[in-house]
Every structure is written in structure tokens, then in C-alpha cells.
């Protein structure tokens, strides 16, 4: 069996952020979406989801049309099976982290960000899996005093820390 690791590059509009999982179900597009609407009144989002048996179809779900495209192109350039891709606008992964997570179908979360983003893919025989994710950049080194007073303003900012 061939294997052969390729990185996705995903692309999504900025002031957005993503979040990429894995669940084992169908029902996850109607089960995240229903999060989505109940959990941040204003959030707009897309969703996409890659079925990995049947018709293999990726499903969809969002109440901004041009955010589930999004998501649904994120979910074509992976095309990796019960992968899901969930795009928001109006509110921070914080948000609906932990909400997703509980869902009952997800197994797993790769990654919660706005950073530049490269999934790492696996293609064999069968079809194509995630095996991790390249989030943002590497560091450049370790926070000063002057780093830490911006990191501890800007949590403050975004209303987290008071």
C-alpha cells in the first residue's frame, strides 16, 4: 500500500476563525449546527461536513451562504472522510469549544484558529485521513515583560480576563 502526505492549505475570509474535527456521524451537521444556533445569539457560520460511506457527499449546513462555500471548499481540498470544518464570524471558537466537543459524534478536534492553516493528509488506497495540523507559525522566541503586559491587555480587550 502506497502512502503519500500532502499539506492542505485552507483558506477562509479574515476576521474569521475555523475549527476542523472529526466525528464518526452524518448527524453531526444538524447536531453542530443546532450548537451554533443556540449557543452565540448574532454568530454567522458555515459548515461542512465529508460523509465517508454511502454516497460520500459533503454536507452542509450555515446561515451565511457565503461561509458555508467556505467550509465547503475547505472540505474539498482535504477530502478526508467524516472530516467537518466550521467556519465563524461574530464569535471566537471560545465560544463553542467545549459545546462541540461534548457532541456526542465528534471524536476529535484538530484545531480552533484564525492563523494561517496547513492540514497534513494522508491519501492511500482507500481515501484520504488528517494526521495533524500546521498551525500559524513557529516561535520566534519567549515573551519579555513588555509581551506579557500586551498578551494580559489584549485577553482584557476581548472581554476574557477582567
Known amino acids: 500500500m502506497a502512502l503519500e502526505v500532502q499539506a492542505a492549505a485552507l483558506q477562509w475570509e479574515e476576521g474569521c476563525n475555523i475549527i476542523v474535527g472529526q466525528s464518526h456521524f452524518i448527524k453531526t451537521v444538524e447536531d453542530v449546527a443546532e450548537i451554533m444556533n443556540s449557543s452565540v445569539p448574532g454568530v454567522e457560520y458555515g459548515l461542512a461536513f465529508c460523509e465517508a460511506s454511502g454516497p460520500c457527499l459533503i454536507r452542509t449546513e450555515g446561515n451565511d451562504e457565503s461561509l458555508v462555500e467556505q467550509a465547503t471548499e ?11 470544518y466550521l467556519i465563524l464570524r461574530k464569535a471566537f471558537p471560545i465560544n463553542v469549544l467545549n459545546q462541540i466537543k461534548a457532541c456526542q459524534e465528534v471524536a476529535r478536534i484538530f484545531c480552533a484558529t484564525a492563523n494561517p492553516l496547513q492540514v497534513l493528509v494522508v491519501q492511500t488506497d482507500q481515501g484520504r485521513g488528517i494526521v495533524g495540523v500546521v498551525d500559524g507559525y513557529a516561535p520566534k522566541g519567549v515573551e519579555g515583560p513588555e509581551d506579557r503586559e500586551e498578551r494580559r491587555r489584549m485577553l482584557r480587550k476581548f472581554g476574557y480576563k477582567f
Open 74 to 84: 475547505c472540505a474539498r481540498r482535504v477530502g478526508a472522510g467524516h472530516s467537518f
